[in-house]
């Protein structure tokens, strides 16, 4: 079966600080990977997503950049947070045929001091 | 530019009755429609969707009903249980030469079911 796993769980880091986020998918090829932030009282913004190795897509301009090293493997990093940077983050996948959109990961809670 | 929209931030509802949350979209070639469920601190998790070429279909206690011609959709929850608070995500997807598409979403409705 398919499993996602996204870590670490929460996060405290810095102003000026840089930020790697790790996002690994099981039991699947070549999915669609994508990074969702959850800003507070604010809903699902897309921030990045990629269809394979090396090809990535940035939705927003934005303090962070991502990549994808190998074929379930998904990072979001930054050389140096900002506080607007905090959020709820969240990897997810997806495949070509799925009628169930995304499968998300359990998220990373990023507070920015 | 907030494609899809929810504009009721938040729901409360009497356990038992229906719980009713409403979704529209602007961007007509959107064609699939999901509905997911996030409970604090956890992952949304896949709830129910919907073809555009349907205008409801149902899964035990929930219903999606969809409104092309008004770019409405609506997630019909009864009876409402307390394990159903949490926040409900609209998301909708335009699929882009046969290959599946980004999800936009919604910026969620709280449900709260009380007893």
């Known amino acids: 079966s398919q499993t996602i796993h996204q870590w670490p769980a929460t996060l405290v880091q810095p102003v000026g600080s840089p930020l790697s986020l790790e996002c690994t998918v099981e039991?699947?090829?070549?999915?669609?990977l994508y990074w969702y932030r959850q800003a507070a009282g604010r809903g699902l913004q897309l921030l990045f997503y990629?269809?394979?190795?090396?090809?990535i897509s940035s939705e927003v301009p934005q303090n962070l950049s991502a990549s994808r090293p190998q074929d379930r493997q998904f990072i979001l990093s930054s050389k140096k947070l900002l506080l607007s940077d905090s959020g709820f983050y969240l990897c997810?996948?997806?495949?070509?045929?799925?009628?169930?959109?995304?499968?998300f990961g359990s998220g990373t809670r990023l507070t920015v001091v | 530019d907030q494609q899809v929209k929810q504009n009721s931030p938040s729901l409360s509802v009497q356990e038992g009755r229906i719980s009713i949350l409403n979704c529209d979209y602007t961007?007509?070639?959107?064609?699939?429609f999901l509905w997911y469920k996030k409970y604090p601190a956890e992952g949304p998790t896949f709830l129910i969707s919907?073809?555009?070429?349907?205008d409801k279909n149902e899964d035990g206690r929930f219903t999606v009903f969809l409104n092309k011609s008004a770019k409405h959709l609506s997630l019909h929850i009864v009876p409402s249980q307390p394990g159903d608070s949490a926040v409900y995500f609209c998301?909708?997807?335009?699929?882009?030469?046969?290959?599946?598409?980004?999800?936009?979403f919604g910026t969620g409705t709280r449900l709260q079911v009380t007893l």
């Open positions: 919907i073809s555009s070429i349907k």
């Open positions: 990629s269809v394979g190795i090396g090809q």
């Open positions: 039991g699947t090829s070549n999915p669609n």
């Open positions: 997810a996948w997806s495949v070509l045929t799925s009628n169930y959109g995304y499968t």
């Open positions: 998301a909708a997807s335009a699929r882009e030469g046969g290959t599946a598409s980004k999800l936009t």
């Open positions: 961007n007509s070639m959107f064609d699939y």
